[in-house]
């Protein structure tokens, strides 16, 4: 799956989480622009596991700032690799 395809799907995701149509692109604060409470957080991350069929820990989380950064760890995440790994 290519990251268009990916963030495409996230798109899709934001929007049923949050119930609204919401701008969503590469550069999308996921916490300032998106401003979820922690249920919605929530989620929102079981929904990505679930439609990207990966599994997130803590540490995927941690230091996510970006649309553009949360798709390359999902991207990632599906080819198998660990984060940051070349």
């Given at each position: 799956?290519?990251?268009?395809?990916i963030?495409?799907?996230?798109?899709?995701?934001?929007r049923?989480?949050?119930?609204?149509?919401?701008?969503?692109?590469r550069?999308?604060?996921?916490?300032?622009?998106?401003?979820?409470?922690?249920?919605?957080q929530l989620?929102?991350v079981?929904?990505?596991?679930?439609?990207?069929?990966?599994c997130?820990?803590?540490?995927d989380?941690?230091?996510?700032?970006?649309v553009?950064?949360?798709?390359?760890?999902?991207a990632?995440?599906?080819?198998?690799r660990?984060?940051?790994?070349a």
């Amino acid at each position: 799956m290519t990251e268009a395809e990916i963030l495409s799907e996230l798109r899709a995701i934001v929007r049923d989480v949050t119930g609204e149509a919401v701008l969503v692109t590469r550069k999308t604060d996921l916490l300032g622009d998106l401003q979820l409470d922690s249920l919605k957080q929530l989620e929102l991350v079981v929904e990505i596991e679930n439609r990207f069929g990966i599994c997130l820990d803590a540490e995927d989380e941690q230091g996510l700032a970006t649309v553009a950064e949360l798709t390359a760890r999902i991207a990632d995440r599906m080819s198998g690799r660990e984060f940051g790994d070349a």
